[in-house]
């Protein structure tokens, strides 16, 4: 953040190229976002237009912070897969390339799947669906791999009004498990295996080892890697056989604007990861829009975004605000690093990639790796660069901006979050200067505003915490099954605004720059993680009696998962055990969550009412002994000298 800090007067303005044709320019910004805020019923309205309603919306805003009831077009009937497939069909551009797929192999050949092609796919995955006897409304969890059957899975359901719940292919059985239980999910699809640099993931495998905790009626395999699985008789069914034979229509039906479309786990500060629920209406016209404004889409053009369709930047930014868009939309199965540390480029390269989304930690990770890797390839066709999930270090923004955009590519920075359902924070590409390490402004409708932590209201150039005072159509509309929760997490804390979690400054040229969560929530590699969640993973464990877990700066993750362990009396710590926890903590959440470091502690660091000291454990985590503040009002102060000197010895 330092560093953040003292860059602040960087200013780069917006290239001549991006000026040029831009659907957005400065004097266009201020007066759209004017209107925007001041007559929301009309902006919206008009941004609405662009779909295609089975029953036009009469009313546009109808919400409440405060008892908490979020509504936008709420009259209105649409289908999001007909926005996405069917409208543009019936526009002529059925041959147009809606995914170019990517494999993870670079000598596996690709796919381009037209529009006519794509929804011919996903009529045929949901007419299959229907035949498993999924209906309107029913949860669907989908555990995919990157390969377009994923986003057929997730358009199929949303042509026949199915709730989709997708489950990062990264998660653990127990993580599905829990997940299929939440939501009370009938039916999940999965495939064989997945591919991540040239290693198998066992999908199939994991979902049979979570079905021996929860129950369903079906499981719905696509075979891509053609890997050995099991099947079981009478509950899990081959794609393509079970598919054999099913209509070649099939109408969507027709959603009420706040009919659910999908839920979505994510880790808060406390418990277990939330369903976030959204519904259809505003957050297709939110996806359509915030695509179009901060990527300024140009017809023809490639578009690339490197998340997981099992993360909310897949859902709302490879899924369905590009195919709302009638974008061309690249999809990777691959990782950055294979064959090698160029693969990015190197599909740049072949599919002529204009516009680039990735997160921050994978740019720090390349650049480390050198220049030459970009250097070989031809990245001429790149116009625009995006980045996502966390906040980007001035030193990666400049190298990305350098080595990756040839010095002519505006960045946009977008802050957002699975509960914004797409961009809330960003300059525009033909609109704004952009400052190296600030997301910018905030998008049309988005009402941010900076408060202590009294609630108290920031003005001018500040720095607090950073709260919503006004819905916008993407929002979440609440926690599946627990409205209260979705009350509590997002509404208590600032009575009548929505709040983020994440700490924020606002510059003196009203430009935001998001400093990171101000609650328990980490940020690994762009990966959301609760410290909770760890904490009850290793607690779990038999030899372990209590876990404090923090974050922790890291060059290439941006943040590191940094664990403190209690054993249970008697039982002596050593490197074994240490190597034991961190794999147990992979197996219960996933390897995203694998701990970076264990460091044993005979204690923790609590208050005398039993209140772990979590401010003491984050500073010794980085480091920072200086500034430990009052530790006399410990319960057993003489803890924290042993904690340093732990700390000190790895
Ligand atoms: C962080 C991902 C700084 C932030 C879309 C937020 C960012 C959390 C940025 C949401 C950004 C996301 N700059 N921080 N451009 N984008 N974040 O729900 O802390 O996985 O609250 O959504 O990521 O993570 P989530």
């Given at each position: 953040?330092?560093?953040?800090?003292?860059?602040?007067g960087?200013?780069?303005?917006?290239?001549?190229?991006?000026?040029?044709?831009?659907s957005?320019?400065?004097?266009?910004?201020?007066?759209?976002?004017?209107?925007?805020?001041?007559?929301?019923?009309?902006?919206?309205?008009?941004?609405?237009?662009?779909?295609?309603?089975?029953?036009?919306?009469?009313?546009?805003?109808?919400?409440?912070?405060?008892?908490?009831?979020?509504?936008?077009?709420?009259?209105?009937?649409?289908?999001?897969?007909?926005?996405?497939?069917?409208?543009h069909?019936?526009?002529?551009?059925?041959?147009?390339?809606?995914?170019?797929?990517?494999?993870?192999?670079?000598?596996?050949?690709?796919?381009?799947?037209?529009?006519?092609?794509?929804?011919?796919?996903?009529?045929?995955?949901?007419?299959?669906?229907?035949k498993?006897?999924?209906?309107k409304g029913?949860?669907?969890?989908?555990?995919?791999?990157?390969?377009?059957?994923?986003?057929?899975?997730?358009?199929?359901?949303?042509?026949?009004?199915?709730v989709?719940?997708?489950?990062?292919?990264?998660?653990?059985?127990?993580?599905?498990?829990?997940?299929?239980e939440?939501?009370?999910?009938?039916?999940?699809?999965?495939?064989?295996?997945?591919?991540?640099?040239?290693?198998?993931?066992?999908?199939?495998?994991?979902?049979?080892?979570?079905?021996?905790?929860?129950?369903?009626?079906?499981?719905?395999?696509?075979?891509h890697?053609?890997?050995?699985?099991?099947?079981?008789?009478?509950?899990?069914?081959?794609?393509?056989?079970?598919?054999?034979?099913?209509?070649?229509?099939?109408?969507?039906?027709?959603?009420?604007?706040?009919?659910p479309l999908?839920?979505?786990?994510?880790?808060?500060?406390?418990?277990?990861?939330?369903?976030?629920?959204?519904?259809?209406?505003?957050?297709?016209?939110?996806?359509?829009?915030?695509?179009?404004?901060?990527?300024d889409?140009?017809?023809?053009?490639?578009?690339?975004?490197?998340?997981?369709?099992?993360?909310?930047?897949?859902?709302?930014?490879?899924?369905?605000?590009?195919?709302?868009?009638?974008?061309?939309?690249?999809?990777?199965?691959?990782?950055?690093?294979?064959?090698?540390h160029?693969?990015?480029?190197?599909?740049?390269?072949?599919h002529?990639?204009?516009?680039?989304?990735?997160?921050?930690?994978a740019i720090?990770?390349?650049?480390?790796?050198?220049?030459?890797?970009?250097?070989?390839?031809?990245?001429?066709?790149?116009?625009?660069?995006?980045?996502?999930?966390?906040?980007i270090?001035?030193?990666?923004?400049?190298?990305?901006?350098?080595?990756?955009?040839?010095?002519n590519?505006?960045?946009?920075?977008?802050?957002?979050?699975?509960?914004?359902?797409g961009?809330?924070?960003?300059?525009?590409p033909?609109?704004?200067?952009?400052?190296?390490?600030?997301?910018?402004?905030?998008?049309?409708?988005?009402?941010?505003q900076?408060?202590?932590?009294?609630?108290?209201?920031?003005?001018?150039a500040?720095?607090?915490?950073?709260?919503?005072?006004?819905?916008?159509?993407?929002?979440?509309?609440?926690?599946?099954?627990?409205?209260?929760?979705?009350?509590?997490?997002?509404?208590?804390?600032?009575?009548?605004?929505?709040?983020?979690?994440?700490?924020c400054?606002?510059?003196?040229?009203?430009?935001?720059?998001?400093?990171?969560?101000?609650?328990?929530?980490i940020?690994?590699?762009?990966?959301?993680?609760?410290?909770?969640?760890?904490?009850?993973?290793?607690?779990?464990?038999?030899?372990?009696?209590?876990?404090?877990?923090?974050?922790?700066?890291?060059?290439?993750?941006?943040?590191?998962?940094?664990?403190?362990?209690?054993?249970?009396a008697?039982?002596?710590?050593?490197?074994?055990?240490?190597?034991?926890?961190?794999?147990?903590?992979r197996?219960?959440?996933?390897?995203?969550?694998s701990?970076d470091?264990?460091?044993?502690?005979?204690?923790?660091p609590?208050?005398?009412?039993?209140?772990?000291m979590?401010?003491?454990?984050?500073?010794?985590?980085?480091?920072?002994?200086?500034s430990?503040?009052d530790?006399?009002?410990?319960?057993?102060?003489?803890?924290?000298?042993?904690?340093?000197?732990?700390?000190?010895?790895?």
């Amino acid at each position: 953040m330092q560093e953040t800090i003292e860059r602040q007067g960087d200013i780069v303005p917006v290239p001549a190229s991006a000026k040029e044709g831009t659907s957005c320019t400065l004097e266009q910004y201020n007066e759209m976002y004017a209107r925007s805020v001041d007559d929301p019923d009309g902006f919206w309205m008009e941004q609405a237009e662009r779909l295609d309603w089975i029953e036009k919306p009469t009313k546009v805003t109808d919400w409440s912070f405060d008892p908490v009831n979020i509504k936008w077009f709420t009259d209105g009937k649409l289908n999001i897969c007909a926005n996405a497939l069917d409208r543009h069909v019936a526009a002529g551009k059925g041959d147009t390339v809606a995914l170019i797929f990517e494999p993870d192999s670079p000598d596996t050949p690709d796919r381009k799947i037209t529009y006519a092609a794509l929804l011919a796919d996903v009529i045929k995955m949901a007419n299959t669906l229907k035949k498993m006897g999924v209906k309107k409304g029913d949860r669907v969890t989908i555990y995919m791999p990157m390969i377009p059957e994923g986003a057929v899975a997730m358009l199929a359901c949303a042509r026949i009004g199915a709730v989709h719940s997708v489950v990062f292919g990264g998660f653990s059985p127990d993580a599905i498990a829990g997940r299929i239980e939440d939501c009370k999910s009938d039916y999940v699809i999965c495939a064989d295996e997945g591919l991540r640099g040239s290693k198998r993931v066992p999908l199939k495998g994991n979902v049979d080892e979570a079905l021996k905790k929860v129950s369903v009626k079906s499981v719905l395999v696509v075979q891509h890697t053609g890997g050995n699985v099991n099947m079981t008789e009478g509950r899990d069914h081959w794609y393509h056989e079970y598919s054999e034979g099913v209509d070649t229509e099939c109408a969507p039906e027709a959603m009420n604007a706040e009919d659910p479309l999908f839920i979505l786990y994510t880790s808060g500060s406390t418990g277990s990861p939330k369903g976030v629920v959204h519904t259809t209406g505003g957050y297709a016209v939110w996806t359509e829009t915030t695509f179009r404004y901060t990527f300024d889409y140009r017809p023809g053009e490639v578009y690339w975004c490197t998340a997981d369709i099992g993360w909310v930047t897949g859902h709302s930014y490879i899924v369905y605000g590009p195919l709302q868009a009638g974008a061309t939309a690249l999809m990777f199965e691959g990782v950055p690093n294979y064959p090698d540390h160029d693969r990015f480029w190197a599909v740049c390269d072949k599919h002529k990639v204009n516009i680039f989304y990735t997160a921050p930690t994978a740019i720090r990770a390349l650049m480390r790796e050198g220049d030459a890797h970009v250097k070989k390839h031809d990245l001429s066709s790149l116009r625009l660069l995006g980045t996502v999930g966390e906040p980007i270090n001035p030193e990666a923004w400049r190298w990305y901006y350098e080595h990756v955009g040839h010095n002519n590519c505006p960045i946009v920075d977008t802050w957002w979050q699975t509960e914004t359902g797409g961009h809330m924070i960003t300059t525009l590409p033909g609109a704004h200067a952009m400052k190296p390490g600030s997301a910018g402004k905030p998008f049309f409708g988005v009402c941010p505003q900076l408060v202590d932590n009294d609630g108290a209201v920031l003005e001018g150039a500040t720095e607090g915490n950073l709260c919503i005072t006004r819905s916008w159509p993407g929002q979440a509309r609440t926690v599946y099954g627990d409205h209260d929760r979705f009350v509590q997490t997002y509404f208590a804390n600032y009575r009548g605004k929505y709040f983020t979690g994440d700490g924020c400054r606002r510059d003196e040229d009203d430009y935001y720059w998001i400093t990171g969560r101000v609650d328990d929530v980490i940020n690994v590699s762009g990966h959301r993680m609760g410290t909770a969640e760890v904490e009850s993973a290793l607690v779990l464990h038999e030899l372990v009696a209590e876990s404090a877990v923090v974050g922790f700066p890291h060059d290439i993750k941006g943040q590191g998962i940094y664990c403190y362990v209690t054993l249970n009396a008697g039982v002596e710590p050593d490197d074994e055990l240490a190597k034991a926890l961190r794999n147990w903590v992979r197996t219960e959440i996933g390897p995203i969550a694998s701990p970076d470091h264990i460091q044993f502690t005979p204690g923790l660091p609590k208050t005398r009412s039993g209140k772990i000291m979590r401010r003491i454990l984050r500073k010794i985590a980085e480091n920072d002994f200086g500034s430990l503040g009052d530790t006399s009002t410990l319960a057993d102060p003489s803890l924290v000298d042993g904690l340093i000197e732990g700390r000190l010895n790895r």
